[in-house]
């Protein structure tokens, strides 16, 4: 089962920054949070992994909270390209017995 | 890098019949992963392999299926016979075996078994 919970749906104005919530309360301190996103009919797509940091590169940021309980994946311009199901993951970074358990995701619609 | 290449990207079969669905990953990745979405069941993992070795099968769903690994930048994954419940998109990703490192997905295959 997915060790993390998301909102089914949301929905952004293009332009706007698009903010995902993701609860992953029972995440242990050696599993990292990644998010993934998948656009109709095509294959998921990485988008940002984190440990305990805040991260940033070219497609979004993420933010951790201190006790590394929830995160926010933050789309800082939203465009209509990134409407798409969103995937939060914890998944153990140095084991990969354990392998990526991908939940229903959010649905974010980003409207003109 | 061409990214992962799967084949065919779509297959169309009667039930009974064999399918075997292709993937290359990308050159240098030593993990390979067989998923497998539908409506109903979302994106599940179906096996994936190091080194050429498969490692977990345990999301298999039964018998009729089966996948290789017969050399680094070639897998298969295979359904005999096929049944209709077989309709998914199927979805091969690779990896590099470090800590913190991430799987890159391929475009996937669309099965429709009538």
């Given at each position: ?20 919530p993701?609860?992953h ?8 949070v ?22 940033t ?29 969103y ?23 980003v409207l003109? | ?23 290359k ?6 993990y ?12 599940e ?27 680094a ?16 998109v ?21 099965l429709?078994?009538?």
């Open positions: 089962d997915a060790k993390t919970t998301q909102p089914t749906s949301m929905d952004c104005a293009e332009g706007r920054a698009a903010n995902l993701c609860n309360s029972t995440i242990s301190g050696n599993e990292y990644y998010w993934y996103r998948q656009i109709h009919s095509q294959g998921p797509q990485y988008i940002i992994h984190g440990l305990k940091n805040n991260e590169n070219e497609m979004a940021s993420l933010i951790i909270t201190e006790d590394r309980k929830s995160s926010t994946l933050i789309l800082p311009h939203a465009t209509l390209r990134d409407t798409a199901v995937y939060c993951i914890v998944r153990v970074g140095d084991n990969y017995g354990q392998n990526f358990v991908f939940g229903p995701g959010t649905r974010l619609s003109p | 890098d061409a990214g992962v290449i799967q084949s065919p990207r779509h297959e169309v079969t009667e039930m009974g019949q064999e399918v075997t669905l292709r993937c990953p990308i050159s240098g990745h030593d390979l992963f067989w998923y497998r979405q539908t409506m109903m069941r979302g994106l993992l179906l096996i994936y392999f190091n080194n050429n070795v498969p490692i977990d099968d345990s999301g298999m769903p039964e018998d009729r299926f089966s996948a290789k690994m017969p050399n930048s070639f897998s298969t994954l295979k359904i005999q016979p096929s049944e209709p419940r077989d309709s998914a199927y979805f091969c990703a690779s990896s590099l075996g470090v800590a913190g490192d991430t799987q890159y997905f391929g475009p996937g295959t669309r429709t078994v009538l």
